[in-house]
């Protein structure tokens, strides 16, 4: 883990502006900041490869309302952020973190840490194929 501080604060930027382009639906725009080979793993479903993580991401746009970071973290190619996301009712706010790791600028891997239990009948709308 070769990184400069630099280099960290430059992820934690593009995580956040990941979050945003998701927020804005402007899908085509969060794709630019996603590695071609990015692994995604978080409660519902694992997958590889920008375009199964974009096509996640749109599902999962159609009920999204906010996101609302509330703290972050970064050390070398890695950044954690600990947010809020914002869906209808009944789901309404839920608290959830994230793990991202970067190659060249980019997201190669995203963990997700969040309660599954509310999402578990919209699993198969938002992870479809």
Do not use: C, W
Request: glycine share 6%.
């Amino acid at each position: 883990m070769n990184t400069t501080n630099s280099e960290s604060d430059n992820n934690l930027k593009v995580a956040e502006n990941y979050y945003n382009s998701m927020l804005a639906k402007d899908f085509d725009k969060m794709a630019g900041y996603l590695h071609d080979n990015v692994h995604f793993l978080g409660p519902l479903a694992e997958m590889q490869g920008k375009n199964a993580v974009v096509t996640a991401a749109k599902n999962l746009g159609g009920i999204l309302q906010d996101i609302q970071i509330r703290s972050r973290f970064a050390a070398g190619d890695q950044i954690m952020l600990a947010y809020d996301m914002v869906v209808p009712a009944p789901i309404g706010k839920f608290r959830a973190a994230v793990l991202m790791e970067f190659r060249d600028l980019r997201i190669s891997k995203i963990e997700l840490f969040y309660d599954a239990s509310p999402f578990q009948e919209k699993k198969s709308e938002i992870f479809s194929q």
